[in-house]
Structure formats: C-alpha cells, structure tokens
Antibody, heavy 117, light 108 residues
Framework: QVQLQEWGPGLVKPSETLSLTCTVS????????WSWIRQPPGKGLEWIGY???????NYNPSLKSRVAISVDMSTNQFYLNLSSVTAADTAVYYC???????????WGQGTLVTVSS | EIVLTQSPGTLSLSPGERATLSCRAS???????LAWYQQKPGQAPRLLIY???SRATGIPDRFSGSGSGTDFTLTISRLEPEDFAVYYC?????????FGQGTKVDIK
C-alpha cells in the first residue's frame, strides 16, 4: 500500500521560502493527485493545494500568491514551496493522497515547520 | 469557498455512550461529497467516512455518517476507549477543499 513521507527543514526564517518534499513509496505517482495539508499547532486542518501527476496544480486562494506544488515522476516525489513565510505559516505539514483530489485516505506522518528568526 | 461549522466544539461522554457530531455547510455540498476524519494526538488524520455515508476500508460499523445538502452527521453508536479523539469533516464538492474546525470527543 501507498506510503508517504515528508521531509525538509524544521526551521525557516521569516520572509524566506519553505520547501518540503514528499516521497511516495508502494505505488506510482502516475495517474494520481497529490496534496499538501497543514495544521497550525493546536488548530484545525487547512488544504494547501494539489498537483496532478501531469503537473497541473490547484491551490487554496488564501495561499495562491505564495505557493507552488510540483511533481517529479522520475523520483516518485512531489514538492511544496511556500514563499515569504511568516510566523502564521508555522504548522505541521502533511502530504496526502486519495480518491482523485477529493478525500484523503493516505497521509504522511507530518513534519513540523517553525518560522522563526 | 464553503465554510464548514462543526458542533459541538467538545463532547464529553463515557465509554459505551452514543456520540452525535454535526457538520453544517455554508452552502449545499454537491453530491454528498463530504468526508469525516479522526485524529489522535501526534498522528495524521484517518479517513472514516466518504460520500457522506460510506465507511472507509477497515472502519468499524459503529461509525456511521448521514446527511445531505448543508447538514451532515457522524454517529458513533457505542464509544470505545480508542474513539476519544478529534473529528473533522471535509467537503470535496468544490474547490478549495475545506475542513471544519473539529469536534473533540473526550472522556467524561
């Protein structure tokens, strides 16, 4: 079965770019949608966006001007870049997938990213 | 954007009791495209229900979902100790995908 693993820096400075990678194992990136979801400490879930294996992406309008999600079929990985971060971007970031881009039945374990100088 | 409002914020119950969680949408959710998740501390959410009432693989039948339009319900018929957690609803009838703010079910 599909397994997802996020990785990247745990600390990012304000105004810099947050970059995360999600490695997919047990299945192929091809033919599926891949999403990023985040959760600030003690708060609820926020959908960031998805990328289709072809590279087509869709983003939450609240983040659209700062976010880019991309995919690399050759490495079975997809990526999140969030620019101009502030403390409000401190959160656990999850990569996830499921039936199309609809709901999510496979999740990574999550990675905490703290924005602080 | 569809805003999902969950109630109550916290539900305090005892094992064996019935839990009824509500999720109300700011506009009609297309085709009952609503999911429910369970999240325990330090863990990723786990999909329980999709399509408003279909149980995900491996989910016990004490979990059931119902509703349509703007009003949806997750029912846990008899709470087991492992069911005490936070529950989120999520709509996928339109973009952006949105989640409710969560209902915490804790031990009375």
């Amino acid at each position: 079965q599909v397994q997802l693993q996020e990785w990247g820096p745990g600390l990012v400075k304000p105004s810099e770019t947050l970059s995360l990678t999600c490695t997919v194992s047990g299945g192929s990136i091809s033919g599926h949608y891949w999403s990023w979801i985040r959760q600030p400490p003690g708060k609820g879930l926020e959908w960031i966006g998805y990328v289709f294996y072809s590279g087509t992406a869709n983003y939450n309008p609240s983040l659209k001007s700062r976010v880019a999600i991309s995919v690399d079929m050759s490495t079975n990985q997809f990526y999140l870049n969030l620019s101009s971060v502030t403390a409000a971007d401190t959160a656990v970031y999850y990569c996830a997938t499921g039936y199309y881009s609809y709901y999510f039945d496979y999740w990574g374990q999550g990675t905490l990213v703290t924005v602080s100088s | 954007e569809i805003v999902l409002t969950q109630s109550p914020g916290t539900l305090s119950l005892s094992p064996g009791e019935r839990a009824t969680l509500s999720c109300r949408a700011s506009q009609s959710v297309n085709s009952r495209y609503l999911a429910w998740y369970q999240q325990k501390p330090g863990q990723a959410p786990r999909l329980l229900i999709y399509g408003a009432s279909s149980r995900a693989t491996g989910i016990p039948d004490r979990f059931s979902g119902s509703g349509s339009g703007t009003d949806f319900t997750l029912t846990i018929s008899r709470l087991e100790p492992e069911d005490f957690a936070v529950y989120y609803c999520q709509q996928y009838g339109s973009l952006p995908r949105t989640f409710g703010q969560g209902t915490k079910v804790d031990i009375k």
